[in-house]
């Protein structure tokens, strides 16, 4: 069941409805368990956020056939799912959408390489969506984005001198360029006009990375049975997350705690959660949060007058406010 999220959007939510099923019949590994896990983690689906703003911003171009569409929408949740694999390889995460990942149940090498193969899936469906060579080479240079963001984060673990900066350039990479690519393909794969191409980019980035600073709030103050995954599963992997950061540049007390590492205990996680809190970091994330939020509804009212426009809008404003 597509999240209810889109109920709001009932002829995203339609698009999205028939997209489900197509996604199961895109992957097929011969490991049968493992195939069914897969499976399993596409039918959990989260919010498909990127393939439902891909559908929302392809209303601004021309009339397309369904089918290239589908192919689209496809390639980019498959290419999501398979970084989500690789995240939980490398984060060591036993909960991803309410269901155990692919790794606690069959090791890291498996999970690695189930995820190798979504993103063959991702480029069978790209393949699909065009044949256009520099709309193919778009897909390349995004996809060395999302794994250079993804490397990046690797050697930021356990840096408590990680700036705002650092975490920026971290998340564009990581999270915002495969919403940027969403917003992108919607346009190019309906022939709007390349000024509508590089505003989607543009808007796609500022949602991307507010979506982002959100998902690293509620790693401090989620509910892991609204968010189907471990509150402050971040913190001890080692990844220090806006929060974190600028309650970092706020006092000195979490300096010692942070000093341990991987030897954090129970307590002292706990201690490390309520001091980002006092000290502002999480209500300072959320300001930031909104700033960027803002600048992407700017950017949305220079979009053509449709009822996408305000679709749009409405779905922004309500990502904003989201508690999951």
Request: proline share 5%; with cysteine; net charge neutral.
């Amino acid at each position: 069941m597509v999240h209810q999220l889109w109920r709001q959007f009932p002829q995203i939510q339609t698009k999205l409805t028939d997209l489900q099923p197509y996604l199961l019949t895109a992957v097929s590994l011969n490991n049968q368990p493992i195939h069914h896990k897969v499976l399993q983690l596409l039918k959990a689906s989260g919010k498909l956020l990127r393939p439902g703003f891909f559908y929302l911003f392809s209303e601004f171009g021309q009339p397309t056939d369904p089918n290239t569409l589908r192919s689209g929408a496809a390639a980019l949740e498959l290419l999501h799912v398979a970084t989500l694999i690789h995240d939980d390889v490398i984060d060591q995460s036993p909960i991803r959408r309410g269901v155990a990942t692919v790794h606690t149940e069959f090791g890291q090498k498996n999970a690695i390489y189930a995820g190798d193969y979504l993103f063959t899936c991702y480029f069978t469906e790209v393949l699909k969506a065009t044949q256009d060579p520099k709309n193919m080479q778009r897909h390349v240079e995004a996809m060395q984005t999302i794994l250079n963001g993804e490397l990046d984060q690797m050697s930021y673990n356990y840096n408590p001198k990680m700036s705002e900066a650092d975490y920026f350039h971290e998340i564009t990479g990581k999270t915002a360029e495969l919403f940027k690519l969403s917003f992108q393909q919607g346009a190019i794969l309906t022939n709007a006009p390349t000024k509508l191409v590089t505003l989607g980019g543009e808007i796609g980035l500022k949602i991307g990375q507010a979506y982002q600073i959100l998902d690293d709030v509620l790693d401090y103050q989620g509910n892991t049975k609204k968010t189907r995954k471990p509150v402050l599963e971040d913190l001890q992997s080692g990844v220090y997350t806006l929060p974190l950061i600028l309650a970092n540049q706020q006092t000195k007390a979490l300096k010692p705690l942070l000093a341990k590492k991987q030897q954090l205990l129970p307590p002292d996680i706990s201690e490390i959660q309520r001091i980002v809190i006092e000290s502002g970091g999480v209500a300072k994330s959320l300001e930031i949060a909104h700033q960027l939020t803002s600048e992407a509804l700017d950017l949305i009212s220079q979009l053509p007058d449709q009822q996408a426009k305000v679709d749009l809008k409405a779905l922004t404003q309500l990502l904003l406010s989201r508690d999951q």
